[in-house]
Nanobody
Framework: QVRLVESGGGMVQAGGSLRLSCAAS????????MGWFRQPPGKEREFVAA????????YAADSVQGRFTIFRDNDKNTMYLQMNNLKPEDTAIYYC?????????????????WGQGIQVTVSS
Protein backbone atom coordinates (compact mmCIF):
# COMPACT_ATOMS: atom_id res chain seq x y z
CA GLN A 1 0.00 0.00 0.00
CA VAL A 2 1.49 3.31 -1.11
CA ARG A 3 1.76 5.93 1.61
CA LEU A 4 3.04 9.48 1.39
CA VAL A 5 3.19 11.36 4.68
CA GLU A 6 4.06 15.04 4.79
CA SER A 7 5.58 16.79 7.80
CA GLY A 8 7.29 20.06 8.65
CA GLY A 9 4.48 22.47 7.92
CA GLY A 10 3.29 25.24 10.20
CA MET A 11 3.18 28.97 10.57
CA VAL A 12 6.06 31.31 9.81
CA GLN A 13 6.55 35.02 9.26
CA ALA A 14 7.29 36.43 5.83
CA GLY A 15 10.95 36.05 5.00
CA GLY A 16 11.27 32.92 7.10
CA SER A 17 12.02 29.32 6.12
CA LEU A 18 10.45 25.92 6.45
CA ARG A 19 11.46 22.47 5.30
CA LEU A 20 8.75 20.04 4.30
CA SER A 21 9.43 16.31 4.33
CA CYS A 22 7.58 13.52 2.57
CA ALA A 23 8.13 10.02 3.92
CA ALA A 24 7.26 7.37 1.36
CA SER A 25 6.44 3.69 1.82
CA UNK A 26 4.81 0.83 -0.04
CA UNK A 27 6.74 1.24 -3.29
CA UNK A 28 10.32 1.29 -4.60
CA UNK A 29 11.07 4.92 -3.92
CA UNK A 30 14.05 5.22 -6.27
CA UNK A 31 11.87 4.24 -9.25
CA UNK A 32 9.41 7.08 -8.76
CA UNK A 33 9.64 10.71 -9.63
CA MET A 34 8.48 12.88 -6.74
CA GLY A 35 6.96 16.31 -6.50
CA TRP A 36 4.97 18.91 -4.62
CA PHE A 37 1.70 20.62 -5.41
CA ARG A 38 -0.07 23.24 -3.33
CA GLN A 39 -3.55 24.65 -2.99
CA PRO A 40 -3.85 28.23 -1.76
CA PRO A 41 -7.10 29.19 -0.02
CA GLY A 42 -9.92 29.57 -2.55
CA LYS A 43 -7.69 28.69 -5.50
CA GLU A 44 -6.90 25.75 -7.74
CA ARG A 45 -4.23 23.24 -6.88
CA GLU A 46 -0.94 24.12 -8.61
CA PHE A 47 2.41 22.56 -9.37
CA VAL A 48 5.31 23.61 -7.17
CA ALA A 49 8.34 21.42 -7.89
CA ALA A 50 9.45 17.97 -9.01
CA UNK A 51 12.53 15.77 -9.05
CA UNK A 52 13.28 12.82 -11.27
CA UNK A 53 14.02 9.29 -10.19
CA UNK A 54 17.71 9.50 -10.96
CA UNK A 55 18.61 12.79 -9.24
CA UNK A 56 18.57 14.50 -12.62
CA UNK A 57 17.23 17.96 -13.29
CA UNK A 58 14.70 19.40 -10.92
CA TYR A 59 11.75 21.54 -11.89
CA ALA A 60 10.09 24.41 -10.09
CA ALA A 61 7.26 26.79 -10.79
CA ASP A 62 8.26 30.34 -11.72
CA SER A 63 6.66 31.63 -8.53
CA VAL A 64 9.08 29.68 -6.33
CA GLN A 65 12.24 29.67 -8.48
CA GLY A 66 15.25 30.75 -6.48
CA ARG A 67 13.42 30.35 -3.15
CA PHE A 68 12.35 26.69 -3.00
CA THR A 69 14.63 23.67 -3.48
CA ILE A 70 13.43 20.11 -3.93
CA PHE A 71 15.71 17.19 -3.12
CA ARG A 72 15.49 13.55 -2.15
CA ASP A 73 17.27 10.90 -0.09
CA ASN A 74 16.68 7.51 -1.67
CA ASP A 75 18.29 5.72 1.28
CA LYS A 76 15.68 7.21 3.60
CA ASN A 77 12.76 7.02 1.16
CA THR A 78 12.17 10.68 1.82
CA MET A 79 11.76 13.78 -0.30
CA TYR A 80 12.14 17.35 0.91
CA LEU A 81 11.12 20.86 -0.03
CA GLN A 82 13.32 23.57 1.42
CA MET A 83 11.36 26.82 1.36
CA ASN A 84 13.25 30.07 1.94
CA ASN A 85 12.19 33.70 1.84
CA LEU A 86 8.58 32.69 2.28
CA LYS A 87 5.86 35.09 1.23
CA PRO A 88 2.21 35.37 2.32
CA GLU A 89 1.19 34.12 -1.14
CA ASP A 90 2.96 30.82 -0.36
CA THR A 91 0.22 30.10 2.17
CA ALA A 92 -1.40 26.85 1.06
CA ILE A 93 -1.92 23.19 1.73
CA TYR A 94 1.13 21.41 0.32
CA TYR A 95 0.81 17.92 -1.16
CA CYS A 96 3.52 15.35 -1.77
CA UNK A 97 3.05 13.42 -5.01
CA UNK A 98 4.66 10.40 -6.66
CA UNK A 99 4.50 8.75 -10.05
CA UNK A 100 6.42 6.01 -11.83
CA UNK A 101 6.41 7.49 -15.34
CA UNK A 102 9.39 9.39 -16.69
CA UNK A 103 7.59 12.53 -17.85
CA UNK A 104 7.42 15.51 -15.53
CA UNK A 105 3.80 16.62 -15.46
CA UNK A 106 2.66 20.04 -14.31
CA UNK A 107 -0.92 18.84 -13.96
CA UNK A 108 -2.57 16.81 -11.22
CA UNK A 109 -3.56 14.09 -13.68
CA UNK A 110 0.09 13.26 -14.24
CA UNK A 111 0.65 12.01 -10.71
CA UNK A 112 -0.73 8.74 -9.40
CA UNK A 113 -0.16 9.02 -5.67
CA TRP A 114 -0.91 11.86 -3.28
CA GLY A 115 -0.31 12.55 0.38
CA GLN A 116 -2.96 13.98 2.69
CA GLY A 117 -1.46 17.45 2.57
CA ILE A 118 0.02 19.75 5.17
CA GLN A 119 -0.74 23.36 5.97
CA VAL A 120 1.83 26.12 5.49
CA THR A 121 0.83 29.59 6.65
CA VAL A 122 3.00 32.66 6.05
CA SER A 123 2.04 35.79 7.94
CA SER A 124 2.93 39.28 6.77
Amino acid sequence: QVRLVESGGGMVQAGGSLRLSCAASGFIFSRYKMGWFRQPPGKEREFVAAIRQNFGPTYAADSVQGRFTIFRDNDKNTMYLQMNNLKPEDTAIYYCVADESLDISLTQAGWDYWGQGIQVTVSS
